[in-house]
């Protein structure tokens, strides 16, 4: 019977990151998949003819460039796009326009507050400066602040070298950040309500929490430390969508000999005598392997595919109350032309770039208000991108695809489950909002996908549908993340690690996750590390 | 005085305008205008980066006419064209384009550029500066040789990126997808004609179109027309720039000094050292410069231009080489740098001394961060493929198409 070296649960984006550089490191590793496409959230399909969807994520700016480049992802397909500035639309067709170029716009933010105009440079320069922090974090393993050894004393001095570098002020500011909400934090540079509004949706994306919610600034921050090329804040496509992000990390990780096996579902992890030793599938196969690697949330690998009596009483209590409350949805539209949006010029270059329909802070405070309840607000965020607007391969010429996002969607309703006709009423409630920045919306409609937290969790196995594997909370950060005492990617079980966003640093396309999680096996079994260092340190 | 200068008296001053002027204009949001040849010439339109997305992701175009186009011909055209480059001219079949570059007689580059075989007899060089004069002088003796200067003549439009071929499919050039690398094809275009060669400066699947004069614009219109859907966008300098170096092609004033135009002693440059050595053809009984080139093959030539990859992500713009970290021993200096999006590393093409080309190369890399300067030692590898060569820009046909 074959043995492996390694076998990762999952071909999530992270799972092949980690798996490449396995493989890289010469050992011989197989990747399970549950689906019959790889990818997990990272993910291109054809649902109809003509039409490819980055079905979850869409947009990329976390995939540090060190691994794009140390993997040549570039050779192996992968080609990521800038995108140009987003557009917001406020309350009664108020619409405020994202130039690119920088003097156009700051003209256009006039339009709306001088003030706001001239602090937005104050706030992207601490934004950047905030970021650059976060950014030397990513791709090192948190130490251990509790029971130190002695690497974790080198990383916890190299921290506070980086955090003391930030200068006095800074470092108080930095703290409150982990505690303060969005909305307080821009209250100190803005005072348009639109302005403002706009700077506060990252705050909210992917988190069960408000603009008004103790922790939201960091969520903002999080959607903002990534970079294009260098430039920090900056989102742009895959073209081909974010399926290529992960099919280049796949033809990366079998140019290195290894083995991708799609529909094969783990039903558990194999432990004998408190070490990992493989999986089994659920059409009842085993297979073996010296080191297993769990792509999947931490609540599912504990939760789901271990038998608890292989683990410590007290982790499957963390892993069942860990916090991966689901709260987005994903519409994706397939249409056959380009929207009009009121007060929106026909400019060749508008729709290049996002589209975030807003209305006010309290406008998404309501949003909020109605995911706590278990309902779906009539008037949600929607964050949408028009990928086909710059990348011909996702659409016929001539016809679109538009990404929606939506902020919020409950993982469950006030009276119960989500059926087909309620998931049904979800999308037209985001079709109508649109439709009412965009008359005759509806009509370009050929075809849509529209996703509940109950479909991400079903297709791709994120519990809850939680879209970063877990909260991005201070208490489930850093040393803290997944939980404490485990934030080194080592599972309590032997030769068990962990590789997904439920890993530092967490959610959003990185592939950061399962880089560091191979180094740090490549460490356990003494063979030679093939993960690179950033890059960032170079800013 | 001409009436325009009574009229304007800055007329002189202004510069030409190319038959795509009026639609390049209306594009120009950013009014970044500077000058090739005597022509008002885009440095870009929008954005240099998203010009340089459009080459890579989708499709673009760059206005070619001030480029210098001759044409030459009669029974002694190609024994002509023979003698002035350094490639075998007679092996170009009739409807192909080849590379060339020509030389004084220390075998030093005058200039590089392209020929079409248009028929027989006929041929067209382009280049990037005019050389009317030295074409002259290289067709001394040849009684059956015209050469005619027709840069005025031809709109000229390059159309690069990866939908290209898609884009002229719809606009009505069928059969264009079968149309090989370096290939000429001619199409009918409203009464006239319409030549389409694949051939290009970015190292990306892409085409030149050449049509006469006045009937450039309505040859735009089609091709706006049909590549809408496609968000076709004009590029301009800067973008073609950074495309062709990713391509590891060289530039005029970049990587080679004119030879013509070459003041101090040897600061031109010969085919060997620019890593051009597969130009030239010894087989070939005489043509310009060949004695000192082969001299230069036999005992090696001293410099060569190296394609680099470079750790860390700041460009390495006008570095000086060294052989070793402490920088003690230079032997080289880099001509174009820049960080590249496709293939995602910090490249360069630099002027290396041979002998030192299999050992340790590094470059001191000056950047400034916030007013302030800075200085680091960065290794450097090198590399023996193009930076950017997709599959697409050799298949034919190539892919969607
Ligand atoms: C709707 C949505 C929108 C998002 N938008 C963005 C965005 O625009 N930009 C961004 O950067 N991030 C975005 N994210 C977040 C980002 O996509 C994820 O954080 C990231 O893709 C997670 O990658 P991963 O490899 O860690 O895990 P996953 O992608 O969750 O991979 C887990 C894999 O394991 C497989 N699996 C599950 N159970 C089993 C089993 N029992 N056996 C075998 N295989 C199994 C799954 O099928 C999946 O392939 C979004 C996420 C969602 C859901």
């Keep these: 019977m074959k043995r492996y070296d390694a076998i990762v649960i999952g071909a999530g984006h992270n799972g092949l990151s980690a798996a490449a550089y396995l493989a890289k490191a010469g050992m011989e590793v197989l990747v399970v998949e549950k689906n019959d496409y790889i990818g997990g959230a990272a993910v291109s399909r054809e649902l109809h003819d003509g039409w490819t969807y980055s079905n979850c994520s869409y947009v990329c700016s976390m995939l540090r460039q060190a691994i794009h480049r140390d993997l040549d992802l570039s050779r192996h397909g992968l080609m990521l796009v800038p995108y140009l500035g987003t557009i917001s639309y406020g309350l009664n067709?108020?619409?405020?326009?994202?130039?690119?170029?920088?003097?156009?716009?700051?003209?256009?933010?006039?339009?709306?507050?001088?003030?706001?105009?001239?602090?937005?440079?104050?706030?992207?320069?601490?934004?950047n400066r905030y970021s650059q922090f976060i950014r030397k974090t990513l791709m090192?393993?948190?130490?251990?602040?509790?029971?130190?050894?002695?690497?974790?004393?080198?990383?916890?001095?190299?921290?506070?070298?980086?955090?003391?570098?930030?200068?006095?002020?800074?470092?108080?500011?930095?703290?409150?950040?982990?505690?303060?909400?969005?909305?307080?934090?821009?209250?100190?540079?803005?005072?348009?309500?639109?302005?403002?509004?706009?700077?506060?949706?990252?705050?909210?994306?992917?988190?069960?929490?408000?603009?008004?919610?103790?922790?939201?600034?960091?969520?903002?921050?999080?959607?903002?430390?990534?970079?294009?090329?260098?430039?920090?804040?900056?989102?742009?496509?895959?073209?081909?969508?974010?399926?290529?992000?992960?099919?280049?990390?796949?033809?990366?990780?079998?140019?290195?000999?290894?083995?991708?096996r799609r529909e094969a579902p783990v039903a558990q992890v194999l432990v004998q005598h408190g070490r990992a030793n493989g999986v089994v599938l659920e059409n009842g196969d085993e297979i073996y392997a010296n080191v297993v690697v769990s792509n999947l949330d931490a609540k599912r690998t504990f939760t789901k595919i271990m038998d608890p009596k292989d683990l410590p009483p007290g982790i499957v209590k963390k892993a069942e109350n860990y916090k991966i409350r689901g709260s987005s949805g994903k519409v994706n539209i397939a249409l056959s032309g380009l929207p009009k949006f009121i007060n929106v010029p026909d400019n060749r270059y508008i729709n290049r770039g996002g589209q975030a329909f807003i209305g006010s802070m309290e406008t998404l405070e309501r949003a909020y208000d109605c995911w706590k309840r278990g309902r779906w607000s009539d008037d949600p965020f929607i964050e949408s991108v028009i990928p086909s607007a710059w990348d011909p391969t996702v659409a016929p010429p001539g016809?679109?695809?538009?990404?929606?996002?939506?902020?919020?969607?409950?993982?469950?309703?006030?009276?119960?489950?989500?059926?087909?006709?309620?998931?049904?009423?979800?999308?037209?409630?985001?079709?109508?909002?649109?439709?009412?920045?965009?008359?005759?919306?509806?009509?370009?409609?050929?075809?849509?996908?529209?996703?509940?937290?109950?479909?991400?969790?079903?297709?791709?196995?994120?519990?809850?549908?939680?879209?970063?594997?877990?909260?991005?909370?201070?208490?489930?950060?850093?040393?803290?993340?997944?939980?404490?005492?485990?934030?080194?990617?080592?599972?309590?079980?032997?030769?068990?690690?962990?590789?997904?966003?439920?890993?530092?640093?967490?959610?959003?396309?990185?592939?950061?996750?399962?880089?560091?999680?191979?180094?740090?096996?490549?460490?356990?079994?003494?063979?030679?590390?093939?993960?690179?260092?950033?890059d960032c340190y170079d800013e | 005085m001409s009436e325009a200068m009574q009229t304007d008296p800055y007329a002189g001053e202004r510069l030409k305008e190319s038959p795509f002027h009026p639609r390049q204009a209306a594009l120009n949001l950013r009014e970044a205008w500077s000058s090739w040849n005597g022509y008002r010439f885009a440095e870009y339109y929008y954005d240099p980066e998203y010009e340089y997305f459009c080459i890579r992701n989708g499709c673009g175009t760059?206005?070619?006419?001030?480029?210098?186009?001759?044409?030459?011909?009669?029974?002694?055209?190609?024994?002509?064209?023979?003698?002035?480059?350094?490639?075998?001219?007679?092996?170009?079949?009739?409807?192909?384009?080849?590379?060339?570059?020509?030389?004084?007689?220390?075998?030093?580059?005058?200039?590089?550029?392209?020929?079409?075989?248009?028929?027989?007899?006929?041929?067209?060089?382009?280049?990037?500066?005019?050389?009317?004069?030295?074409?002259?002088?290289?067709?001394?003796?040849?009684?059956?040789?015209?050469?005619?200067?027709?840069?005025?003549?031809?709109?000229?439009?390059?159309?690069?990126?990866?939908?290209?071929c898609a884009v002229l499919k719809r606009m009505g050039l069928e059969g264009i997808e079968t149309l090989k690398p370096f290939g000429i094809r001619r199409f009918p275009f409203q009464g006239g004609e319409l030549m389409v060669s694949r051939t290009g400066f970015t190292g990306d699947l892409g085409y030149e179109l050449w049509i006469e004069k006045d009937r450039g614009l309505a040859m735009w219109d089609a091709l706006y027309a049909a590549g809408e859907p496609y968000q076709i966008q004009p590029y301009g300098e800067e973008a073609t720039n950074m495309a062709r170096l990713e391509a590891g092609f060289i530039m005029p004033d970049m990587e080679f000094a004119e030879a013509l135009k070459t003041v101090h002693f040897e600061h031109d440059q010969t085919p060997f050292e620019l890593d051009l050595g597969w130009l030239v053809d010894f087989k070939k009984p005489h043509f310009n410069g060949r004695r000192a080139l082969l001299e230069e093959k036999e005992r090696g030539t001293r410099y060569t231009l190296t394609k680099l990859d470079i750790e860390g992500n700041k460009p390495a713009e006008s570095s000086w080489i060294y052989r070793d970290r402490d920088c003690t021993k230079q032997i080289g200096y880099v001509t174009s740098a820049m960080w590249s999006p496709a293939a995602k590393a910090n490249i360069a093409l630099a002027m290396i001394e041979t002998e030192y080309l299999d050992g340790p190369i590094w470059a001191w890399i000056d950047y400034e961060k916030e007013l302030r300067q800075y200085g680091k030692v960065a290794r450097c590898t090198v590399s023996k493929r193009a930076f950017w060569a997709p599959p697409r820009a050799r298949a034919t046909p190539p892919p969607d198409c």
């Design chain 1, 93 to 127: 067709g108020e619409v405020m326009l994202g130039y690119h170029d920088e003097g156009a716009a700051h003209n256009e933010l006039k339009r709306f507050s001088p003030h706001d105009a001239d602090a937005m440079h104050r706030f992207e320069a601490d934004m």
């Design chain 1, 140 to 260: 090192r393993t948190p130490p251990d602040p509790v029971a130190p050894k002695i690497r974790d004393i080198h990383e916890l001095l190299f921290l506070g070298k980086q955090f003391w570098n930030l200068g006095e002020r800074e470092i108080y500011e930095y703290i409150r950040f982990f505690t303060m909400s969005a909305s307080e934090f821009l209250d100190d540079y803005f005072e348009h309500y639109l302005v403002k509004a706009s700077m506060a949706t990252p705050g909210i994306i992917g988190t069960a929490l408000g603009v008004e919610s103790p922790g939201s600034a960091y969520i903002l921050l999080h959607h903002v430390m990534g970079d294009v090329d260098g430039s920090i804040g900056a989102w742009g496509l895959a073209r081909g969508g974010m399926g290529a992000i992960s099919h280049a990390l796949a033809s990366a990780f079998q140019s290195f000999g290894g083995e991708i």
């Design chain 1, 399 to 534: 016809g679109h695809w538009m990404s929606n996002f939506i902020q919020y969607c409950p993982p469950e309703l006030e009276d119960g489950p989500w059926t087909p006709e309620k998931r049904d009423a979800f999308g037209k409630t985001v079709i109508d909002k649109i439709e009412r920045h965009a008359p005759g919306f509806s009509d370009l409609i050929e075809h849509m996908e529209v996703r509940t937290p109950y479909e991400i969790e079903q297709e791709v196995g994120l519990t809850e549908g939680n879209i970063f594997q877990g909260e991005l909370t201070i208490d489930q950060l850093l040393f803290n993340r997944p939980f404490p005492g485990y934030a080194q990617y080592r599972m309590p079980v032997k030769n068990l690690y962990m590789c997904g966003s439920s890993t530092h640093p967490g959610g959003g396309v990185s592939a950061t996750c399962g880089a560091n999680a191979a180094r740090e096996i490549l460490m356990d079994l003494k063979r030679p590390n093939t993960v690179p260092e950033d």
């Design chain 2, 62 to 164: 760059y206005d070619i006419c001030p480029m210098q186009k001759y044409r030459i011909s009669g029974a002694d055209a190609a024994a002509m064209l023979d003698r002035m480059v350094t490639r075998d001219v007679h092996k170009l079949a009739i409807d192909r384009v080849t590379y060339v570059v020509w030389c004084n007689d220390e075998g030093r580059v005058v200039d590089d550029g392209t020929i079409f075989r248009l028929g027989e007899q006929e041929y067209m060089l382009t280049c990037g500066s005019p050389c009317l004069a030295w074409i002259r002088k290289a067709a001394y003796g040849y009684e059956q040789v015209t050469v005619e200067d027709v840069s005025d003549e031809i709109a000229a439009l390059s159309f690069q990126g990866p939908t290209t």
